[in-house]
C-alpha cells in the first residue's frame, strides 16, 4: 500500500488526554509516532514514569487506529524497556486488534574511540 501524508498532527501536550479526547469525538488515525518521555509531571502533579503508564497508552493508541492504519512507531529511550519489551507490549496491545509484525531494535549513539554504539534505548516499528 502506497503512503500519501495529507494530514498530520503534531501533539505536544498530554497524550493521554488527547487521546481520550480524539476516541470521543469519534476520530481515527492511519497512523501513530510515540516519543514518551521517561518520567515527566503534570501541571496539576500527575505523574508519568513511562514503565508504569505506557501499556495503558498504548492500549488507547489502539483504539484510535483506523480500520487500516498503515504504522505505529515507537521510541524508548528508558534502560526497562528494551527492545523485545517493547515488541511484547506492542504485541500485546496493537496485535489484539490487528494482524502485524513488530519489527524492534536497539537504538545506539556510535562512539569514535571504541567503534562501539552508546546504547541510547530502543525503538519499535508495527507493520500491519
Known amino acids: 500500500r502506497q503512503m500519501c501524508i495529507r494530514d498530520r498532527r503534531w501533539i505536544v501536550d498530554d497524550a493521554q488526554k488527547f487521546i481520550s479526547r480524539e476516541i470521543r469525538r469519534g476520530n481515527h488515525y ?16 500527575e505523574m508519568w514514569k513511562l514503565e508504569d503508564c ?9 483504539q484510535l487506529l483506523s480500520d487500516k492504519p498503515l504504522f505505529v512507531l515507537l521510541n524508548s529511550y528508558t534502560t526497562g524497556l528494551s527492545a523485545s519489551v517493547m515488541s511484547y507490549l506492542l504485541q500485546m496491545t ?31 516499528i508495527v507493520h500491519f
Open 30 to 45: 492511519d497512523g501513530i509516532i510515540l516519543d514518551p518521555p521517561s518520567y515527566g509531571r503534570g501541571t496539576n502533579g
Open 54 to 62: 505506557i501499556y495503558d497508552l498504548m492500549e488507547s493508541c489502539t
Open 94 to 124: 496493537v496485535g489484539k486488534r490487528f494482524d502485524i509484525t513488530v519489527d524492534s531494535q536497539e537504538i545506539g549513539l556510535p562512539v569514535k574511540q571504541t567503534g562501539m554504539p552508546l546504547p541510547a534505548g530502543s525503538t519499535a
